[in-house]
């Protein structure tokens, strides 16, 4: 897990260095967008609850004076949820699992503006999730042959792996003093499973996210 940790912080200062140099001329300080987010898992099925999540994260935009922006950013996100039932061995099962996913997202993507004071926008791109940590934590059972059953709880590293997907949103820009102020509702999903050992474990989540453009 530490050396997890290192890998994926070690890509993220990377990706920072690289694009902090390439926005030098453009502007004094890269970051122009800053946002919290709270999120909900939508993946209710009879073996899934949702559960809440939160996240803040800094973004860049690029051609900020046309229609059209790019948007590149850096997100601290966490979700959770519950698995009523999961496989885990050929005598072993589990119960009311819950998993919680701590992840770095790095999301790039296509705004349309629409406006000249308030604007209104669509945004449509791709992300990439680095699991930074995981766990999950349930109720298991165990029933081998000739011995009694056995029913304990646990918690436990969950080792989920990382993951990329494609998001889309929508918002506006509400002009305050020389800031805007930024409400945007988008929705993220995961275009392959976290991990398909014990069962499929997918992430997919709506957002509503507050932030401010500098």
């Given at each position: 897990?530490?050396?997890k940790?290192?890998c ?26 800053f ?20 996240g ?5 935009s690029?051609f ?9 950013g ?6 959770s ?6 496989y885990?061995?050929?005598?072993e099962?589990s ?10 997202s ?28 995981s ?10 042959p ?8 646990f ?7 990382n ?33 398909s050992?014990h069962d ?9 996210t507050?932030?401010?453009k500098?």
């Amino acid at each position: 897990m530490i050396q997890k940790f290192k890998c994926t912080l070690a890509i993220v200062v990377l990706l920072f260095l690289t694009i902090q140099s390439f926005g030098q001329d453009s502007t004094k300080f890269f970051f122009d967008e800053f946002k919290l987010s709270v999120n909900r898992t939508l993946l209710s099925d009879n073996n899934t609850n949702d559960r809440y999540g939160f996240g803040l994260g800094v973004y860049h935009s690029f051609f900020q004076k046309s229609i059209p922006n790019i948007i590149l950013g850096f997100e601290y996100n966490f979700t959770s949820q519950l698995k009523k039932q999961m496989y885990e061995a050929h005598y072993e099962n589990s119960s009311n699992v819950t998993y919680t996913i701590n992840s770095i997202s790095i999301p790039i993507g296509l705004r349309i503006n629409i406006g000249k004071t308030i604007k209104y926008f669509a945004e449509v791109g791709g992300f990439v999730d680095l699991v930074i940590s995981s766990n999950r934590k349930g109720t298991m059972t165990t029933y081998y042959p000739d011995t009694l059953s056995k029913t304990f709880a646990f918690n436990e590293n969950a080792k989920l792996s990382n993951i990329y997907g494609v998001y889309l949103g929508l918002g506006v820009r509400i002009p305050i003093s020389k800031y805007e102020l930024i409400i945007a509702p988008d929705y993220k999903f995961g275009l392959k499973p976290l991990e398909s050992y014990h069962d499929d474990i997918n992430n997919a989540y709506l957002r509503i996210t507050v932030g401010l453009k500098i």
